[in-house]
């Protein structure tokens, strides 16, 4: 071989290697560039999913965080970044957030050491926000053990909400104890107090006896009144409305406790607003709301720890189509754990025999059925402050009722000589009670125990009822009620006819409403019977007579 051919043998090997060399890297190149492209692709779609992530996260309302094991803020969505300010990331979470930080380091802790997840409900640090909060642990690479994860959910409002579903609950099944037992003493009730009104009116009494039954008289009264103040508070609605001014109301109320404010030594501030517009509704009912919160306003005052003169307030004005009662004591406040109880029947603090807790439930379903409001405007060791918002009434024709009607006093009972009256009441005691009431000089009684028995009185009897007086939920052997039977058969004598009924169901209500005859309500006093009596009575004379 010589070296020539050495020569060309050696160049075509340097040039093969050559060409394979760049053969080589311009494969390589070429993939090296498809690998450039493909992970820059791969990184633009990793910015972008973490940017929807991070979008996601952000519009979330409840604050998301992941914590180091310091409990440390290291990442957090804009919700919990905003609640954090100024602090931000690098923030201690538990002292940041929580009224109570050590239960929130425990939980963490927990968290970290089992490796579950836990959940709890905590005060916040600011206001008086209530934070349920979740944490789980961060599952990653051992080298950062002890990260979590929280969520942050503000439960304030729902816990609010549950509690006031639970309270209308309990509300309603005690209205529904109150209207069974209130009820069920209505009729005995009745005819205690009306066969004892009778008889103290009687002059033949001697005087000691008269005491006794005067002292029966007021104690049937009384009982009388707590029977009232159940049935309104089971009641959804108020009774008899009418167009109240509430700062004359408010003024009554409190003429009611003068008493009360002198044996006590309470001052009372007085500031009413004149010419406010009147609200709807019952007159009675309200009053009582407003005995009740004065009559607690004063026991407070009166117990005055430090030696502030015992004072209560009252005032009424009127705001944005609202009427207001605002009563106010220098009392000591109510203290947190008694103000969620307050609104609950049988709630009391007082001492046996003071207290029945029943004022302020009551008082709150009257409200409540007023399309009203009643609340705790602000206590403390300063004193408390009770507001009664009700709707400004507004006739539908002319705008608001700025000058109440302003009814009161009692009309006596004229005779109607010769006035033939009808009872039904399967209730001896109440037939006996009413029976004592309409007799005498020339007026003729029938009592009738049964609906059939009366039936047959007016079909066969031939005489010309001028009053009747019916427990309409009597019924006849068919069992078709009483009332219903007398509108139907007997229409003349529906503007003749008082229907006394202790159902206090609303149903009821709607029914004796379309019977359209003249309703009174059990415990009734004997002066609510006459009084309807005796306008019935004369009615019925004028129009014998064609007078108006
Ligand atoms: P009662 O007065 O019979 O206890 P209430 O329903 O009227 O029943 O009141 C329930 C409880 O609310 C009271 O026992 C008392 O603890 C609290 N309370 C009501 N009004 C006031 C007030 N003005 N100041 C302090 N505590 C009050």
């Given at each position: 071989m010589t070296l020539w051919d050495v020569v060309v043998i050696g160049l075509t090997i340097t040039a093969v290697g050559l060409a394979f060399y760049l053969g080589v890297q311009t494969a390589y190149r070429r993939t090296d560039q498809k690998l450039v492209l493909a992970n820059a692709r791969l990184v633009e779609l990793l910015r972008q999913r973490r940017e929807q992530w991070e979008t996601v996260f952000d519009t979330i309302t409840d604050g998301i965080a992941v914590l180091n094991e310091k409990h440390e803020v290291q990442r957090a969505n804009r919700a919990l970044l905003d609640t954090l300010e100024p602090s931000g990331?690098?923030?201690h979470l538990c002292e940041t957030l929580f009224a109570t930080p050590t239960h929130m380091h425990d939980l963490l802790r927990t968290v970290t050491e089992t490796g579950t997840r836990h959940t709890m409900t905590a005060p916040a640090r600011q206001g008086s926000r209530q934070l349920r909060v979740t944490v789980a642990p961060l599952r990653e690479?051992?080298?950062?053990?002890g990260r979590t994860v929280v969520v942050i959910e503000d439960v304030t409002e729902r816990q609010a909400m549950q509690g006031r579903l639970i309270h209308n609950e309990r509300m309603a099944a005690v209205g529904q104890l109150a209207s069974g037992v209130a009820h069920e003493l209505n009729n005995p009730l009745t005819s205690i107090g009306g066969l004892a009104e009778l008889l103290v009116a009687r002059?033949?009494?001697?005087g000691r006896d008269l005491e006794h039954l005067s002292v029966i008289n007021e104690q049937a009264t009384r009982a009388k009144k707590i029977v009232r103040n159940l049935l309104a508070f089971a009641r959804p609605g108020p009774d008899e409305m009418a167009d109240i001014d509430l700062s004359k109301l408010s003024k009554r109320a409190a003429q009611l406790i003068e008493y009360d404010l002198r044996l006590r030594k309470v001052d009372l501030e007085e500031d009413y607003s004149a010419d406010l517009p009147a609200v709807r509704g019952d007159r009675h009912q309200l009053q009582q709301v407003v005995i009740n919160l004065l009559t607690n306003a004063v026991q407070a005052a009166e117990q005055n720890a430090d030696n502030r003169r015992p004072v209560v307030q009252i005032n009424t004005g009127v705001n944005d189509g609202t009427a207001y009662i605002r009563i106010f004591d220098t009392g000591a406040g109510i203290p947190t754990a008694a103000l969620k109880n307050?609104?609950?029947?049988?709630?009391?603090?007082?001492d046996t025999g003071k207290g029945t807790g029943l004022g302020l439930s009551i008082s709150y379903g009257i409200v409540k059925g007023h399309k009203g409001t009643l609340i705790v405007e602000s206590t403390g060791v300063e004193g408390t402050t009770f507001k009664l918002d009700l709707p400004v009434y507004v006739?539908?024709?002319?705008?608001?009722?700025s000058r109440p009607s302003d009814s009161g006093g009692f009309q006596v009972l004229p005779r109607a000589p010769g006035a033939n009256v009808l009872i039904v009441d399967g209730d001896p005691a109440i037939r006996r009670t009413i029976e004592t009431l309409f007799s005498g000089e020339d007026q003729k009684v029938d009592a009738m125990a049964s609906a059939d028995q009366a039936i047959e009185k007016l079909t066969t009897g031939g005489v010309d009822y001028d009053l009747v007086i019916a427990d309409?939920?009597?019924?006849?052997?068919?069992?078709?009620s009483f009332a219903e039977r007398l509108v139907n058969q007997w229409p003349a004598l529906k503007s003749k006819t008082v229907l006394v009924t202790a159902d206090v169901r609303p149903e009821t209500g709607r029914w004796l409403d379309g019977l359209g005859c003249r309703v009174l309500r059990k415990p009734f006093n004997i002066n609510e019977l006459l009084k309807a009596a005796s306008e019935m009575m004369q009615d019925g004379a004028s129009k014998k007579t064609g007078t108006n």
């Open positions: 990331t690098g923030a690479q051992t080298t950062r053990k002059e033949s009494l001697s307050i609104f609950t029947p049988f709630f009391t603090t007082k006739d539908d024709a002319s705008g608001p009722v309409p939920r009597t019924a006849t052997s068919q069992g078709e």
